[in-house]
T-cell receptor, first 112, second 114 residues
């Protein structure tokens, strides 16, 4: 049973425009959410996170929005750059000492 | 400062064999988590080691076992390999057990079972 769902396997966005990646979760115990980015032949690298006590966290071109009532979060990348082409994983954990659960990922293609 | 180091990078094994994968955590990290990433899927949690003990375990059979050494390095062992065990095995290290401490991932070991 997928507790973290990324329903879009892939997304193509023009360079310079906004990329929006979506994620839904089913476990109401999740209180910490993360986004990881993965290039081929490399391990996932941490991008940005958000605690359930917040609804927005921003870091440079990356912003994560959390809607707890809808059990939905999204990652916005503005402006999109060629180096952003990668697989993005949404992930969550239930408490401070809990494991991280990952979604299946969304492959982002930034078009020139 | 070296990050997380995994060995080997690639491995081919025959069904029924046993395999051992190795992970050296990032300097200063004391917790190691292992994940399996099948083709087209996200990383699936196998287990986590902290203070040389398995602290948490995902939905994987007993054929998957592990160990953590006093220097915090870790091994993942898989017995009686099945074709379905073919995957990228990722090791992640952190200081502390939880997500809030941040996980640093290695590049993985690509296991192919034939």
């Amino acid at each position: 049973d997928q507790q973290v769902k990324q329903n879009s396997p892939s997304l193509s966005v023009q360079e310079g425009r906004i990329s929006i990646l979506n994620c839904d979760y089913t476990n109401s115990m999740f209180d910490y959410f993360l986004w990881y980015k993965k290039y081929p032949a490399e391990g996932p690298t941490f991008l940005i996170s958000i605690s359930s006590i917040k609804d927005k966290n921003e870091d440079g071109r990356f912003t994560v929005f959390l809607n707890k009532s809808a059990k939905h979060l999204s990652l916005h990348i503005v402006p999109s750059q060629p180096g952003d082409s990668a697989v993005y994983f949404c992930a969550a954990s239930a408490d401070r000492d809990d494991k991280i659960i990952f979604g299946k990922g969304t492959r982002l293609h930034i078009l020139p | 400062d070296a990050g997380v180091t995994q060995s080997p990078t690639h491995l081919i094994k025959t069904r029924g064999q046993q395999v051992t994968l190795r992970c050296s955590p990032k300097s200063g990290h004391d917790t190691v988590s292992w994940y399996q990433q099948a083709l087209g899927q996200g990383p699936q949690f196998i287990f986590q080691y902290y203070e040389e003990e398995e602290r948490q375990r995902g939905n994987f059979p007993d054929r998957f076992s592990g160990h953590q050494f006093p220097n915090y390095s870790s091994e993942l062992n898989v017995n009686a390999l099945l074709l379905g065990d073919s995957a990228l095995y990722l090791c992640a290290s952190s200081f502390g057990q939880g997500a809030h401490y941040g996980y640093t991932f290695g590049s993985g070991t690509r296991l192919t079972v034939v």
